[in-house]
């Protein structure tokens, strides 16, 4: 059986994909011509370097092409949708590809098995440097190999640790919910309603040829079809609409921030729930935005800029108890904290995710989610509202942590998760009557968890 742990098979080296002294591209040969050509040997390059597990595989990306400019569009589509597609499919694909799970060898499984490569693709290439007559020998047998008799976390593609706490709280449905994780995300977008209806952007991008519809549940979403480049056009540069996963639009309208209030982004991040609580308060009253990276406040600039909102103040924290938090204890009328977690219900976008946590590196994020919330509780006013947030599936990042809170903090209660956004005229399906639990599967967003408390007045 194969190891949970993928950090166990060392990456042998790759084929360099042409590269001269000091890693660039020196051109044509260096194309990783995905659609026909099948040269693997920029995507195993890429891989090498993911499958370190050192860094975030999408940081890791995007160092790969920096250091390969010449690369085309199709090009990096390719190598991106290979190396992610191994990462989504890590576990099963080392099982297939032993003794020898090589960079290469993992490659080659998921082009055959996930990646709708025939063998007459892989054919063409025998006798050149690619492919020798054992590759397409061991090809062709993997084509109808079986996994029936390896573990349910083998065949989900999950660490045994996570298969455990993951079955227990999903029971049945996790094959459908990791059959969901392990396949790529849809590009969403918002509307900013300060400058533009949702109708007349479908009109639009659909007159333009950009496949584009309305969201179910967010009444500010659209679900784009593919991933049209969209950092160059008009309604992104002039800040009519952002990207954002629609889960994550959800939240915004749990915590429902009216005009006028006095309102907190806890963990704003690069701002994108910041932005959608500015518009939604009519780039009135006063916005604050805490976070304890000044890179990833920095982030939040230009895109303040695109959007017109002056309603926001952005605040760079040292930690949950600095003395600009305590500050402004009692003062808000309503704040959000989208809590760092293990960002496991982004598998879609974050595949490396799954590999890289531990039941370590959770146990202390829940110690370090339960201090955040505490801090953040004591900004909220007498008959203010507190969401408290997560995109994890772990109970334990999420139901424990509020349930621990209400339990210390009698001033607090649960308000139903379905009542409040019924007010806002959005219901979800298979909806919990406390939490809110956005599940992949049956949502078709990002996995997040939320609680909406109030504070007794």
């Known amino acids: 059986m194969t190891s949970q742990n993928p950090r166990l098979h060392k990456p042998g080296n790759a084929t360099r994909a042409g590269a001269k002294a000091g890693g660039k591209s020196s051109g044509k040969s260096a194309r990783a011509e995905g659609a026909g050509g099948l040269d693997t040997a920029p995507a195993i390059e890429a891989l090498e370097l993911l499958l370190d597990l050192a860094h975030p595989a999408d940081a890791q990306l995007s160092a790969f092409f920096r250091n390969y400019p010449n690369f085309g569009a199709r090009d990096r589509s390719f190598i991106a949708e290979a190396v992610y597609g191994v990462l989504r499919r890590l576990r099963s694909l080392q099982v297939l590809?032993?003794?020898a799970a090589t960079p290469r060898r993992l490659l080659l499984a998921w082009l055959a098995r996930h990646g709708g490569r025939n063998m007459r693709e892989f054919e063409a290439l025998e006798g050149k440097a690619q492919l020798d007559k054992a590759d397409l020998e061991w090809l062709r047998g993997?084509?109808?190999?079986?996994?029936?008799?390896q573990s349910e976390a083998v065949r989900l593609d999950l660490p045994d640790w996570l298969h455990e706490l993951l079955a227990a709280q999903f029971g049945d449905h996790l094959?459908?919910?990791?059959?969901?994780?392990?396949?790529?995300?849809?590009l969403d977008l918002r509307v900013n309603p300060l400058k533009a209806a949702r109708d007349e952007v479908l009109v639009q991008f659909n007159r333009e040829g950009v496949v584009a519809a309305a969201t179910p549940w967010s009444p500010l979403g659209m679900r784009l079809q593919g991933k049209p480049a969209l950092q160059k056009h008009?309604?992104?540069?002039?800040?009519?609409?952002e990207v954002q996963d629609e889960g994550s639009q959800i939240l915004g309208f749990l915590l429902a921030p009216k005009r006028g209030e006095m309102v907190?982004?806890?963990?704003?991040?690069?701002?994108?729930?910041?932005?959608?609580?500015g518009a939604l308060m009519r780039n009135s009253g006063r916005l604050y935005a805490f976070d304890t990276s000044e890179k990833r406040l920095g982030r939040m600039k230009p895109r303040l800029a695109r959007s017109g909102l002056q309603n926001v103040q952005s605040l760079l924290i040292a930690h949950e108890r600095d003395a600009k938090v305590k500050r402004l204890a009692g003062k808000f009328d309503r704040v959000l904290v989208d809590a760092p977690c293990s960002g496991l219900g982004t598998l879609r976008r974050n595949p490396d995710l799954?590999?890289?946590?531990?039941?370590e590196s959770v146990t202390e994020l829940t110690l370090k989610q339960a201090a955040i919330l505490d801090a953040a509780a004591r900004l909220v006013k007498a008959g203010g509202r507190l969401v408290y947030a997560t995109c994890s599936l772990l109970r334990e990042e999420d139901e424990d942590?509020?349930?621990?809170?209400?339990?210390?903090?009698?001033?607090?209660?649960?308000?139903?998760?379905?009542?409040?956004?019924?007010?806002?005229?959005?219901?979800?399906?298979?909806?919990?009557?406390?939490?809110?639990?956005?599940?992949?599967?049956?949502?078709?967003?990002?996995g997040f968890f939320a609680a909406v408390m109030e504070r007794s007045a």
């Not at 993997?142 to 008799?149: R, S, T």
């Not at 799954?354 to 039941?359: D, E, G, N, S």
């Open 97 to 99: 590809a032993a003794p």
């Open 142 to 149: 993997l084509k109808g190999a079986k996994l029936e008799d």
């Open 175 to 186: 094959p459908t919910l990791m059959e969901s994780l392990n396949s790529a995300a849809p």
């Open 234 to 241: 008009p309604l992104f540069l002039d800040g009519s609409v």
């Open 264 to 277: 907190c982004d806890f963990c704003a991040g690069a701002g994108g729930k910041t932005l959608l609580l």
């Open 354 to 359: 799954k590999w890289r946590q531990t039941p």
């Open 401 to 446: 942590i509020v349930n621990a809170f209400l339990s210390t903090h009698p001033d607090f209660r649960l308000l139903p998760v379905g009542e409040v956004l019924a007010a806002q005229n959005i219901s979800l399906a298979a909806e919990p009557v406390d939490f809110l639990r956005l599940d992949t599967a049956r949502h078709g967003t990002d």
